[in-house]
C-alpha cells in the first residue's frame, strides 16, 4: 500500500505535476508578498479586487464581534444565523430566484447538486470542459452521462434527442474557469427547452462581473428562473470571500435542504463570512466602475497582447489563459515572471487536458494600465531569452 503510494508520488514528480504550498505573507491584493518579495499578482480570482477591500473586511469584523469566528454546528442545527438569513434575501432579491441554499464551498454545493437531484435512471448531459465539481458530482451520482465538446450545441441537440423519455439534465459553466470563454446561455436554454431539460448553470467565474448590475451570465441574456431553474455561485472569486449558494425554485431548494448529504453534514459557513458576502454584493450591485474598468483593462490586455503576437484563447473574460506545448515551457516561463516580480501560476494536468498546460493570467479591477504594460513586456523579455536560449545554447 505504502509502496504503491510511493510510486505514484514518484510518477507525478516525473511527470512536472507535483504540487506545492508558496507561503503568501500579505492579503490577497494587486501587490502580494511572498518570502519578503513584493509580486505583481496576476494570479487570483478576486477579479473585482473585494477580498482587501476595507467595508467587507469592516463587516467581517463586526460580525465576528457579534456571533464570534466559527459558526460551532451544522446548517439545521445551531450554526445558522440572521447573517446567513441576511445574506440570502440579498441574493434571492439580486438574482430574482425563489429560494437561496448557502453552502461552505462551491465543490461542495456542486455535489450537493448533482447527487440530491438527479436519480439514477437521469441522464446528464455536460460540457467537456466543466470544472472538476461538476465533474465529481456527476459520477457520484450515479445517473447516466454524456459530455460533448466544449460549446458544442450541434452535438449536445444530437445527444439530447436519443434520450426522449428520460428525466434529463444540463450542466455547464456560464464563464469557464479555464479558458474564460462563455457558454452559449440562450442556446441551451432553447435546447433545454426543446428537449424537456432541466439547465443547471454555475456561474462562479460570471457572477459580479458579469450583466448591468453584476448578477453574471444570466443577466447579460435576461434568462429568468424558467429558463435556468438551477443557479449556482460560488463567493471565492469576485466576492472576495469564500462559500457558495444554489438558487432555484422551491421544490428544488426545499429538496436540497432536507436530503442533500454534503448540506446536512457539514460546518455552517461562518457567520462573520456570510456577513462579508452580503457587504460585497452591496457593492458589486452598486459600484458599476470596478466592472468598468475591468472590462477596460481586459479590453487593453487584448489589445497589446495581440500587437506582441502572443496566440489567445477566445475571452473576453478576466480568465486571460495561454497555452503553451509542454509543461517544462509553462513552468519556466511562470518561475522567470515569479524571478521578474509577477506571479502568474502555472495550470497542469488534471485541471486542464494533458495537451494543454498554461498561464492563466487573471485580470482584477485593482490593476491599472501600467500593471498590464509592465506584464507583457517583461513575458515578451522572457520569451526572447528563452528563444535565445534554445537556439544559441548559451544559458
Ligand atoms: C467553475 C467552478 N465551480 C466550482 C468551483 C469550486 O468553488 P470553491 O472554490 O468555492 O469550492 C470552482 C473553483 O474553485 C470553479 O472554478
Request: net charge neutral; charged share 20%.
Amino acid at each position: 500500500m505504502h509502496k504503491a503510494l510511493a510510486q505514484r508520488l514518484q510518477q507525478q514528480t516525473d511527470a512536472g505535476l507535483w504540487r506545492e504550498h508558496r507561503l503568501r505573507a500579505s492579503a490577497q491584493d494587486k501587490k502580494v508578498t511572498y518570502g519578503g518579495k513584493a509580486l505583481l499578482n496576476f494570479n487570483n480570482n478576486d477579479y473585482l479586487g473585494l477580498s482587501n477591500h476595507p467595508e467587507v473586511k469592516q463587516a467581517f469584523m463586526q460580525a465576528a464581534q457579534v456571533y464570534g469566528v466559527g459558526s460551532g454546528s451544522a446548517n439545521t442545527l445551531s450554526g445558522y444565523t440572521q447573517a446567513h438569513e441576511d445574506l440570502v434575501n440579498a441574493l434571492a432579491a439580486w438574482l430574482q430566484r425563489d429560494k437561496v441554499l448557502l453552502f461552505s464551498s462551491g465543490y461542495i454545493a456542486n455535489l450537493a447538486i448533482l447527487t440530491t437531484l438527479m436519480q439514477p435512471q437521469d441522464v446528464i448531459f455536460a460540457d467537456k470542459l466543466n470544472h472538476a465539481s461538476l465533474n465529481d458530482g456527476m459520477r457520484f451520482s450515479g445517473a447516466k452521462f454524456k459530455r460533448f465538446a466544449h460549446n458544442n450545441m450541434q452535438r449536445l441537440a444530437n445527444d439530447l434527442s436519443k434520450y426522449p423519455e428520460e428525466n434529463k439534465w444540463i450542466v455547464t459553466e456560464g464563464v469557464f474557469s479555464m479558458e474564460g470563454d462563455a457558454a452559449d446561455l440562450p442556446q441551451l436554454a432553447n435546447l433545454a427547452q426543446q428537449h424537456q431539460a432541466q439547465l443547471i448553470v454555475d456561474d462562479v467565474h460570471g457572477l459580479g462581473v458579469l450583466g448591468a448590475t453584476g448578477a453574471g451570465s444570466l443577466e447579460v441574456h435576461g434568462l429568468s428562473q424558467k429558463d435556468v431553474p438551477i443557479l449556482m455561485g460560488g463567493f471565492g472569486k469576485s466576492f472576495g470571500t469564500q462559500g457558495a449558494f444554489v438558487a432555484g425554485s422551491k421544490v428544488f431548494i426545499d429538496a436540497l435542504m432536507q436530503f442533500a448529504r454534503p448540506y446536512l453534514f457539514t460546518t455552517a459557513m461562518a457567520p462573520a463570512l456570510a456577513a462579508a458576502t452580503t457587504q460585497s454584493i452591496a457593492i458589486i450591485r452598486e459600484d458599476n466602475k470596478r466592472r468598468e474598468h475591468l472590462q477596460n483593462i481586459i479590453h487593453y490586455f487584448r489589445e497589446q497582447a495581440g500587437n506582441l503576437g502572443l496566440q489567445l484563447l477566445p475571452s473576453s473574460t478576466a480568465i486571460q489563459p495561454i497555452v503553451y506545448n509542454s509543461i517544462e515551457e509553462v513552468q519556466r516561463i511562470s518561475e522567470a515572471l515569479y524571478n521578474n516580480g509577477i506571479l502568474v501560476s502555472c495550470i497542469r494536468y488534471p485541471t486542464v487536458p494533458k495537451d494543454s498546460p498554461r498561464l492563466r493570467i487573471s485580470l482584477n479591477a485593482n490593476h491599472d494600465y501600467k500593471d498590464i504594460d509592465i506584464l507583457l513586456t517583461t513575458l515578451e523579455k522572457i520569451s526572447h531569452e528563452q528563444t535565445a536560449c534554445a537556439t544559441e545554447d548559451s544559458c
